[in-house]
C-alpha cells in the first residue's frame, strides 16, 4: 500500500491563527485525497474530498473558508485551519485514494491544539 | 442512508484467547466493507476488505471477516489474540453513489489482558 506522511504530526497555536497542515503521498500518485476529524475515543469524520485539479468537495456543515484544502498535485495535499479557535482542537487526518480503487491509505494524523 | 454499527465501544479478551468485532451495516447495493486499525501515534492501517466473492476474507495479522448478507454483518475475528492487537479497530463501508465516500463505525477499543 501507499506510504502517507503527515507534518506536522502535532501543533498548538494561538487563537486566531492560521495553521497549514500537510499530506504527502510518498509513492503513490493519489488521484483522489481526503481530509479527516477526529474527536477524542470518536470515530473518523469525513471533512472534505479533493480531486487533483479540481476543487473540495465539503461535507455538510463544514466551513470551507475556514477549513482551505488545495490539492496541489498527485503527492500533495494542504489544509489550512484559518483564524483557529479552541473548538477547532482535534486529530486531523488525511488518506488518499488511487483512481477507480475503493482502498484508503491513511496519514498518521496531526494533533492541533488551539490556545 | 448508509451506516455502520459496532455495537461494542470497548472489549476486553485474554491474551491467546478468541476475538470477535461485530459489524453490521446499512447498505442498500453490494456494500465493499472494510476493517482497519488505528493504533496509538499511527495511522489507520487497512486489515482486510470485502468486495465481492468468498464471504470469508483473509487479512493480514491472522485476521478473518465473514460478510454475511442476510445478517447485514461483516464480523472481524482472530483465532488468538496478541498483546500487541490491543488498538481501535474500525469498520467501514464505501459509498460509490453520488462520488466516493467512506463511512466509519464508531469504533471498537480492544484490550488484551495477561
Known amino acids: 500500500g501507499a506510504v502517507v506522511s503527515q507534518h506536522p504530526s502535532w501543533v498548538i497555536c494561538k487563537s486566531g491563527t492560521s495553521v497549514k497542515i500537510e499530506c504527502r503521498s510518498l509513492?503513490?500518485?493519489?488521484?483522489?485525497m481526503f481530509w479527516y476529524r477526529q474527536f477524542p475515543k470518536q470515530s473518523l469524520m469525513l471533512m472534505a474530498t479533493?480531486?487533483?485539479?479540481?476543487?473540495?468537495?465539503?461535507e455538510q456543515g463544514v466551513e470551507k473558508d475556514k477549513f482551505l484544502i488545495n490539492h496541489a498535485s498527485l503527492t500533495l495535499s494542504t489544509l489550512t485551519v484559518t483564524s483557529a479557535h479552541p473548538e477547532d482542537s482535534s486529530f486531523y487526518i488525511c488518506?488518499?485514494?488511487?483512481?477507480?480503487?475503493?482502498?484508503?491509505?491513511f496519514g498518521p494524523g496531526t494533533r492541533l491544539t488551539v490556545t | 442512508a448508509q451506516s455502520v454499527t459496532q455495537p461494542d465501544i470497548h472489549i476486553t479478551v485474554s491474551e491467546g484467547a478468541s476475538l470477535e468485532l461485530r459489524c453490521n451495516y446499512s447498505?442498500?447495493?453490494?456494500?465493499?466493507l472494510f476493517w482497519y486499525v488505528q493504533s496509538p501515534g499511527q495511522g489507520l492501517q487497512l486489515l482486510l476488505k470485502?468486495?465481492?466473492?468468498?464471504?470469508l476474507v483473509q487479512g493480514i495479522k491472522g485476521f478473518e471477516a465473514e460478510f454475511k448478507r442476510s445478517q447485514s454483518s461483516f464480523n472481524l475475528r482472530k483465532p488468538s489474540v496478541h498483546w500487541s492487537d490491543a488498538a481501535e479497530y474500525f469498520c467501514?463501508?464505501?459509498?460509490?453513489?453520488?462520488?466516493?465516500?467512506?463511512?466509519f463505525g464508531a469504533g471498537t477499543r480492544l484490550f488484551v489482558k495477561a
Open positions: 470485502y468486495f465481492s466473492g468468498d464471504t
Open positions: 479533493s480531486n487533483e485539479g479540481s476543487k473540495a468537495t465539503y
Open positions: 509513492d503513490f500518485q493519489a488521484t483522489t
Open positions: 467501514a463501508v464505501v459509498r460509490n453513489t453520488g462520488g466516493f465516500k467512506t463511512i
Open positions: 447498505y442498500g447495493a453490494t456494500p465493499y
Open positions: 488518506s488518499l485514494s488511487g483512481s477507480g480503487a475503493y482502498e484508503q491509505y
